[in-house]
């Protein structure tokens, strides 16, 4: 840690330059088909979740996009679900388009709580271009019918306008969405299983469709509360009576081995509201809430599998580029041991079980975050680091198992499918882009490295923090600046 008397003036200077940049046009590509472009993202799954990056938890079909693409290791969301999928949508900072903090109107253009008309989605610029645009999943960037997918240039919607919160029905003010009318949620309905036949649905209706497609899938999985099928469950029982201690060692050993993470950098002090696995009183409920945890992951990671066999099965998937990520980093919400909330759930029920309520808590978050400090909300790595996987077997088959470092943020999802799809962006009628293009990148023709020395910015709830090549400030809300070198 460094003291940087400066900061403000920098920060300032640096803000003023991010929002001037702007990228060009983007030309229209005619030398080659276009390709599909799949985003699936998860919610609050920690960075080292998935099995290719060092985790226990069996996810075959994530960890095989990463061994036929490309795996970051410095890639950034924003910290929280609704900023992300604001970022992600439209190649913009959250508090640029309206979206500052959540979906709730709290009187300032920055943080109205929908995506405002100074913005164009992904989905609005592709539709233009021949793209037939899809999702099927949690939207929550505007909860109002004014503001859903299909007013965002999406041709096909089916889910959750607003939060998700429940994964066997909904909560009172939430709506499951089929284009743009509320229908019923069918009986044995898990919403996991829910998005993915839809998915599954709308790639299938494109296959005897010459138009190349987008599709959303913004999964709510492993967001709390902790209930997943029991087949799921079982397959992870006693798999973490180790503890989190064991298995944030275990998971940064195997980071250490695949690259994932230098080892020079170590492994982060157990955080301290986090009790020594030893002196935990309750080892077999906190164990267990892990193992539902695990079996939420799996039952996303069965998601992602179902649609790439669709995608081959349509005879799509070699032109399809696949993208897999997290909007933010694993939650410790609840506290130590996590919350079992009694006006959403039964305080008895059988945890995992659609009338039990309960969240993992701090101390599997941070396991889940290995190697990296805080959580979701927060903007120290813990909060904003998040794995991406791209794959492109017709596009990229020059990387294949690769691991990519240059740094890269959700901001530039936007500007990568718009050179994907040779799509064009106006920026006479939408703020210009801040993020840029990663096709270069991942196709190994930008280099890879950290000394990129752009300038990405953070703040959720006065939790900030700008970085700038190998360097990144840092600070909790209300606290004061740290700088490290990176």
Known sequence: MFSFP?????????????CAVALPLVEVVSARERPNIVIIMADDMGYSDAGCYGGEIETPNIDRLAAEGVRFTQFYNTGRCCPTRASLLTGLYSHQVGIGHMTGDKGLPSYQGYLNDRCMTIAEALKPAGYTTMISGKWHVGSAPEYWPLRRGFDKFYGIPQGGGHYYKNLPGRQLVLGDREIPIPEDWY???????????FIEEERRSNRPFFLYVPYTAPHWPLQARKK????????YDQGWDAVRDGRYQRMVE??????EWGLSQRDSGSLVWESEAQKAMMSQRMEVYAAQVDALDQGVGRILSALEHSGRRENTVVMFLSDNGCSAEGGQKG???????????ELGTRDSYVSAGLSWANACNTPYRKYKMQVHEGGISTPLVVSWPKGFSNRRGDLEHSVGHVIDLMPTCLELAGARYDQAKAIPLEGRSLVSVVTGKAGAGTNDERVLCWEHEGNRAVRRGKWKLVASNKDRWELYDL
């Open 6 to 18: 400066n900061c403000a003036n920098w920060i300032s200077g640096t803000l003023h330059v991010i």
């Open 232 to 239: 799921d469950i079982a397959k992870y029982h006693g798999r």
């Open 191 to 201: 919403a996991t299983e829910g998005f993915t036949d839809h998915a599954v649905k």
């Open 339 to 349: 919350f079992n909330n009694p006006q959403r759930g039964d305080v008895n029920a």
């Open 258 to 263: 695949r690259g994932v993470v230098r080892s």
